[in-house]
Structures are given as structure tokens and as C-alpha cells.
């Protein structure tokens, strides 16, 4: 018996330990004080100010906002693009040439951030490539890219061999029948992956300042990091996380629900 | 000219360094039911891909009705395929995956509409079209796709082994429904199979295949009363296959006893291979009315018939099918007619392999090295050795002996297996034993050297 009390509080207090911070945040967007820990009763007055856009400063928070989810949905499409179409040429591959291709996939997914950002930002000078808006999504499709052929690979492996064939002998030109059959049965895959690249874009830090560039752009990540070391968070930024947290919460509750709902078909 | 709807002409195929098909041809004729019928790896498949358009051959032409298709891609060519598994798109409904082709070509909805109806009614799967495919059973996805085959009116229906997934009740009922649909339709069927019942109780012709050639083609009752090889024979039906010699004309000579036969032509004492079937094996209570006698060794109830396995007084075991129970031990006359003794050319009498000499004492071949009896011939040079198919030992294991191989074949010949090695190289050895041996098997070879014929060759 208190064995298992010992185990339920063990999980607990893990849980709290993880989230205390995103919760600690969450709290205090509820309050006006512009110190982080005071609290001044309860107002929802940092939100009104976020969105109708009365704080100091306000438009290069936005416009950071803006940025960021530009940049990660355009990202996420031509990581998935690309990765739908890698994965797809290195499913056909046979034995090692396969095996080769794969690890070559992977390798950058283990790679430090920081040696990706440093890697592209040298890349880019050596091209005489100006940095800027485009570097930046070229550089996120570049690490988001691996994790779309990762997450498409195992739907064309569940995937009869022989339906693009099919198709074919049906009378669909290779277009035709990507389109037609390929794609729709590599939706749940390619999802997966573009919601997956979207929220790596999101978060990106460190390849982002690598590749920005001097004109001034501003994701979010880059923002505050400006914004701490001017002094102090601006306390709208409280509330805009807990969104933020809240919006990636649903994808991956969606994600989840997903996946149960192709297992149970399996089943 | 006689009109052939499908023509293939001198195809070959290689996959890598595997040549897998070597200069087929075939003939097929408007509304014939052909089967292309061999064991696993036999090439059969390929070239059914060859002719739908998913494979391009390295040699020959396709002629479809005279006209050569090699260059046409999958999606240009007038047929269909059924594919193995089924290959139906699970993201649409019985109705969009029949409908799938028609709404390519634009066909007018209400006439899609009308085909994916008829065609339905013909697979007896109306009132199915909303039903996922995912939700039906393995016989219902099968007559799907037949119907999304049949609804483009295809020249000729490629049938890439349908029914082998299908359980052995459903295979049957299939296989009758199959027969009739082509009767109905008049389209013509090039099915693939390795089930030998199959092919002979659909087909019009059949063409059975081993190793990429083609061994024999020709209606189902030709390829079973008379194959024209041991593969074919051991392949179709219970046979046995025996060693024999043609003392003369219409006499032929095996299991130590002299028969009355319809064979001509193969010369006199030329040693030949004799295919009978059991059910031509005719036995007698009476041990006066046989030919010869046995002992019969087992009796196994198989539903129609008894299979009986006899031991001959000279000591050749035969199998025999007989409606009536015989006891173990029962001791009856043997007779069989000289129409029922289907005589076959020996393909080879001994090995010969390709060899290079080494040294004075050794011999490269087999991608292996062998010991010789002393020979002049000059290191380097090619030879040929031959080798008796007695005069192989096969072991265990394949370190044990000085080439190694797979078995490939195995077929009773009454009193000894004959086997067929397959060395890594695909290099054919075949050897006579009295130890049995199992498909697959991993085996080292052996050879003593004083049965290695070295015979040197011409160079011209």
C-alpha cells in the first residue's frame, strides 16, 4: 500500500517538477505586476494589451510573432514536400544503398544545433548568399527535412507495394497516381511530419540567429532573447508563452489522437 | 499468319548479374486461357511484369496484337492487372477504386455509374459499393479487383497469382468462378501460378517454367500424360520418375524389368528417363496376372483414391493410386500398359563442369578448388571435367567439402534421390544418393579424385 502511494507521488512530484515553470508563467499572465513573482491580483489586462497592441514596443513583438509563424509554416511545407519525395526515392532504394541513405538521414538529426547554425551561416558567406528571411527557411527546412522522411517511411513500409503500380496499370500517369494514390495514403504521415517540423521551426533558436543575418529580422526565440538582455522580460511575453504552450498542447493531443485512431484501425 | 493477340520474342531479363529469364516465347491467342505455371524464382512473375510495362526487358520484343509494345509505358497499354495482394487503394470505397479507371479516361459519370453496376453483378459483389475495402474478407477484396480489372475491358487480364491468398474452400469456388468469367467474357487470361492443380483445371495452355526457361507448353492433359522432362514430370502430379534405357524401338527397359512401349525414334540402348503416373501403376490380387510383383509398403487413405508405395521384387520402390485398401505386407502382381509409360530423352548423363587447372594435382571449378589424378595439362588451361552424378559426395556441412552448394531439386527415381546443387555462382551439380536430403539444404561437395574426368578442350 505505501508502496504504491511512494510510486503515485513519485510520478506526481516528477510531473509537477516538469511543468512548474510553464505553470508558474501561465499564473502570473493573470497578473499586472511587471516584475515576474509579484503578485498583484488578479487582471487579464497583459492579454488585452498583447492583442490590442498598447504595450511599449508592441510592433516588433508582433511583428517577431509574425515572423516566426511565416517562417515555420512555409518551413514545415517544403520540409514536407521534400521529405515526402526523399522518403519515397529511399523506400525504392534496395539493401545497403538503403541502409546508407537512412544514416545519412539521421545524422543530422543527432547534430548540435549550434554546429547545424554555425555550418549554415559559414555556408551561406562562402555562397555570398545575403542573409535574411529566405536563409532562415532554408535553413529550418534543412533540419526539418529528416524528420518528415522519418515520419513517412513507416506509412510506406504498412503500404501495399504494389497500389502505385496499380494505379498505373489503371491508366494514371506517375503524376496522376501520386496524386491520386500516393499522397492520400501518405497523408498521415506527411501530418505528422509537417506538424512536427512547425513546431521544431517554432522553437528554433540557435540556427535561426546563425542565419538571420543583420537586417533585423526577429522570430520569437530571437526577440526575447534581445528583450532579457535589454532588461527584464516585457510582461506581455507572459501571456503570448502561455498561448503558445496551450497551441502546442492541442497539436499533440491531435497528433495522439491520430495515431491511436490509425492503430485501432490496424487492429 | 494466324493471329495472336499476345507474341513475346526472344525475351531475356537480368536482375544485377541474375540473368532470371532466358529467351522466352511465347504465343497467346484471342480469348485463350493461358498459365504460366513454376515453382518460386522461376521467372514467371517477371514476365507478366514484363508485359504489363512495370519491367522493360533487356532483350526481345512484346508484340501485342503485331504491334510491339516494348516502349509504351504501364499506363498507355490496353491491359489490366490482378495483382497478388489485391493492391486495392484503401483511401477509397468499393465503388471509387472499380470507378478508379473510368474517371481517368473521363468516361461520363452516368456511364461509370452503369459499368461499375454490371460489373459488380458479374463478380457477385452488388450492393457493396460504399463498403470500405479495408472491411472486407480476403475473397470479397480479390473479386474487387478483379472488377477494377474487368471494368476497362482490357485486352488481355494479367492475373498475378490471385488466389494464393486465399484459403483452400474460397480457392476452389474462385477458381470456378474465374473459369466461367473468362468463358462469359471471351478476354483473354494470362494467369500466374505455382499451384500445378490450378493450372491444370483453369488453363487452356499451360507453360511451365523452371529457372527462367520454358520447359514445356502445351494443354493441361500434354503437359500431364506426356511431360517432356523430369522437372515437368516431378513438377505436375505425382509421378515416377525412373532411369531407364530404350533397348529398342517401342521396348524399353527400367526398375530391372523389360516393358512394351509407344516410343520410337531414341535409338537403341540409349538410356532414357521414364515418368509413370501412379494411377497407371495397375495392381493385381492375383501375382499371376502382373508383369512382375511387389510388397506393397504403406496404404494411406487420401479421400478418392488409396496412395499406395510398393516395393518391387527387384527392390524399386513405386508410388500407385488404387480405389481399393491393400494391408501392408500384401504381396500383388504389378502390371503396366505400354501406353501409360511415358518415354523422355536424358538431358545429361553426367556432370561436366567448367574447370581450369592449377597444378599438376588440382583443379579449379565450382568456384572451388579439387584434387585431381596427375594430369600434363598446362596450368591455366580450361577444361572440362565430368563427373558421374554417383560419383559426388554431398555432406553436412558446407566447409566439409571443396565447393559448396544449396539443394535446389530433389526427385525420386525408385531406388535414389536425384539432386540438383545449386553452388552460390548458380553453378548446377547433380548428384545420384541414397541419403536424404531436404530443399535447402546447405551442403559441402566432395569429389575423389580419381573421379574427375579431365577432358581438355579445342580451343578454335
Known amino acids: ?267 | 499468319m494466324e493471329n495472336y493477340i499476345i507474341d513475346l520474342q526472344h525475351l531475356s531479363k537480368s536482375f544485377g548479374d541474375k540473368k532470371v529469364l532466358h529467351d522466352i516465347n511465347i504465343k497467346v491467342r484471342k480469348g485463350e486461357f493461358v498459365t504460366l505455371l513454376g515453382p518460386s524464382g522461376c521467372g514467371k512473375t517477371t514476365i507478366l511484369r514484363l508485359i504489363a510495362g512495370f519491367l522493360a526487358p533487356d532483350e526481345g520484343k512484346i508484340l501485342l496484337d503485331g504491334k510491339d509494345i516494348v516502349e509504351l509505358p504501364p499506363y498507355q497499354r490496353p491491359l489490366n492487372t490482378v495483382f497478388q495482394r489485391y493492391a486495392l487503394f484503401p483511401h477509397l470505397d468499393v465503388y471509387d477504386n472499380i470507378a478508379f479507371g473510368l474517371k481517368l479516361k473521363n468516361v461520363p459519370q452516368k456511364d461509370i455509374d452503369a459499368k461499375v453496376r454490371k460489373v459488380l453483378r458479374l463478380v457477385n459483389m452488388e450492393d457493396y459499393e460504399e463498403r470500405d475495402v479495408d472491411s472486407l474478407s480476403g475473397g470479397q477484396q480479390q473479386r474487387v479487383a478483379i472488377a477494377r480489372a474487368l471494368v476497362n475491358q482490357p485486352k488481355v487480364l494479367l492475373l498475378d497469382e490471385p488466389l494464393a491468398a486465399l484459403d483452400l474452400k474460397m480457392r476452389k469456388d474462385m477458381q470456378i468462378e474465374l473459369k466461367e468469367m473468362h468463358e462469359k467474357l471471351g478476354i483473354t487470361f494470362i494467369y500466374v501460378t505455382h499451384d500445378q492443380e490450378e493450372a491444370l483445371t483453369l488453363s487452356d495452355t499451360i507453360v511451365v517454367l523452371n529457372e527462367g526457361r520454358i520447359q514445356q507448353i502445351g494443354t493441361p492433359a500434354d503437359i500431364y500424360n506426356e511431360p517432356v522432362n523430369s522437372f515437368v514430370a516431378d513438377f505436375i502430379g505425382d509421378s515416377n520418375i525412373l532411369d531407364g534405357t530404350m533397348v529398342c524401338d517401342r521396348r524399353v527397359r527400367f526398375i530391372d524389368e523389360e516393358f512394351n512401349c509407344v516410343d520410337e525414334g531414341f535409338g537403341e540402348n540409349t538410356p532414357v528417363e521414364v515418368v509413370v503416373r501412379p494411377e497407371d501403376v495397375n495392381i493385381k490380387k492375383d501375382i499371376q496376372k502382373g508383369l512382375f510383383f511387389g510388397t506393397i509398403t504403406s496404404c494411406t487413405f487420401k479421400g478418392v483414391y488409396y496412395q499406395l508405395f510398393l516395393n518391387t521384387d527387384k527392390g524399386y520402390e513405386l508410388m500407385a493410386h488404387d480405389y481399393r485398401k491393400f494391408e501392408v505386407g500384401d504381396l500383388v502382381g504389378i502390371n503396366i500398359l505400354p501406353e501409360n509409360i511415358q518415354v523422355m530423352k536424358k538431358e545429361r548423363t553426367c556432370n561436366a563442369f567448367d574447370a581450369t587447372v592449377l597444378d599438376s594435382t588440382h583443379l579449379e571449378m565450382l568456384d572451388g578448388e579439387f584434387e585431381c589424378l596427375p594430369t600434363e595439362i598446362a596450368p591455366g588451361t580450361k577444361v572440362r571435367a565430368e563427373v558421374a552424378f554417383d560419383k559426388i559426395d554431398i555432406l553436412d556441412h558446407q566447409e566439409e567439402g571443396s565447393a559448396a552448394g544449396q539443394v535446389y531439386s530433389i526427385i525420386y527415381k525408385g531406388d535414389h534421390y536425384h539432386l540438383t546443387v545449386l553452388t552460390d555462382k548458380r553453378k548446377h551439380i547433380y548428384v545420384n544418393t541414397n541419403d536424404v536430403w531436404d530443399k535447402r539444404d546447405l551442403v559441402g561437395v566432395r569429389i575423389e579424385p580419381k573421379d574427375i574426368k579431365i577432358v581438355e578442350i579445342n580451343e578454335d
Open chain 1, 1 to 267: 500500500m505505501t508502496k504504491k502511494i511512494l510510486a503515485k507521488a513519485y510520478v506526481w512530484v516528477l510531473l509537477l517538477l516538469l511543468y512548474a515553470p510553464l505553470l508558474f508563467i501561465a499564473i502570473f499572465s493573470f497578473t499586472e505586476s511587471r516584475v515576474l513573482g509579484n503578485w498583484t491580483g488578479f487582471s487579464v489586462k497583459l492579454y488585452e494589451n498583447l492583442f490590442c497592441a498598447k504595450m511599449q514596443g508592441s510592433s516588433t513583438l508582433l511583428s517577431a510573432v509574425e515572423n516566426t509563424l511565416l517562417i515555420a509554416v512555409i518551413a514545415a511545407m517544403l520540409a514536407t514536400i521534400l521529405g515526402t519525395v526523399a522518403a519515397i526515392g529511399i523506400f525504392n532504394l534496395k539493401g545497403r544503398k538503403r541502409q546508407t541513405m537512412n544514416l545519412l538521414n539521421s545524422i543530422p538529426m543527432v547534430n548540435p544545433d549550434i554546429i547545424t547554425g554555425v555550418s549554415l551561416f559559414l555556408l551561406f558567406v562562402f555562397l555570398h548568399i545575403s542573409q535574411g528571411f529566405v536563409t532562415v527557411i532554408l535553413a529550418h527546412v534543412t533540419f526539418c527535412t529528416p524528420y518528415v522522411v522519418l515520419s513517412v517511411m513507416p506509412r510506406l513500409s504498412q503500404m501495399n507495394p504494389n497500389i502505385y503500380e496499380a494505379a498505373l496499370d489503371l491508366g494514371a500517369t506517375p503524376a496522376q497516381a501520386l496524386r491520386k494514390v500516393m499522397v492520400p495514403n501518405l497523408r498521415p504521415g506527411m501530418v505528422s511530419g509537417f506538424i512536427l517540423s512547425f513546431t521544431m521551426s517554432l522553437d528554433d533558436f540557435v540556427v535561426t540567429f546563425f542565419t538571420r543575418g543583420t537586417i533585423g529580422l526577429d522570430t520569437l526565440s530571437t526577440y526575447i532573447y534581445t528583450d532579457a538582455r535589454k532588461g527584464g522580460l516585457t510582461p506581455e511575453l507572459r501571456p503570448l508563452m502561455t498561448l503558445i504552450f496551450l497551441i502546442i498542447l492541442i497539436l499533440l493531443i491531435v497528433i495522439n489522437v491520430r495515431q491511436t485512431k490509425t492503430q485501432k484501425k490496424k487492429v
